[in-house]
Each structure stands twice: as structure tokens, then as C-alpha cells.
């Protein structure tokens, strides 16, 4: 059985596995910044933020391909990274 809850630790952890899987792949990641408006600068600037986390969990959930593809490629479940990014709504 696959838990879905979790925790704000939990949560940043989770996020920050997506946007590494975001940036490892050139195109996702042109389209990742054209889509939320962040630039390199404000990325570096607010990696940490929760609203930051959690646009970036947010981008993913957009496209189901991409949310999949990241799940399968961190470990993660798509629903925890739905409820991570929900947990990170709640902390902004």
C-alpha cells in the first residue's frame, strides 16, 4: 500500500528530487521556467521556498507524462508528489 501522506520535511524532500528531474532534461527545463516565470537567478534565489516547491510539483502535475515519468524516476508515487505538493500549499 502506497501512503500519501507526509510531511513538510517529507514534502521539500520530494519536491526537490522533482526539480532535479525537472533540470536534468534541457527541453523540460526550458519549458519549466518559460511556464512558471522564474529565471536561473530566482531559482537559485528561492530553491527553498515552498511556493517555489511547490510550482515546481504543480508544472509536473500539468502534464501526466511528466508527473509519471518523475515518480518513476525518483522513487516517488505520483500521488505523493500530488500530496507533497499540497502539503507545501499549506506552508507558504
Do not use: W
Request: aromatic share 4%.
Amino acid at each position: 500500500m502506497v501512503r500519501n501522506d507526509t510531511n513538510p520535511d517529507d514534502a521539500v524532500a520530494r519536491a526537490l528530487d522533482a526539480l532535479t528531474f525537472i533540470l536534468n532534461d534541457p527541453l523540460r527545463a526550458g519549458r519549466f521556467l518559460d511556464t512558471t516565470g522564474l529565471t536561473a537567478d530566482n531559482l537559485r534565489k528561492y530553491l527553498t521556498d515552498p511556493s517555489t516547491l511547490a510550482a515546481t510539483l504543480t508544472f509536473l502535475e500539468a502534464h501526466e507524462p511528466d508527473l509519471i515519468a518523475c515518480a518513476e524516476s525518483t522513487g516517488h508515487s505520483p500521488e505523493s508528489l500530488v500530496a507533497a505538493r499540497r502539503v507545501l500549499e499549506q506552508t507558504r
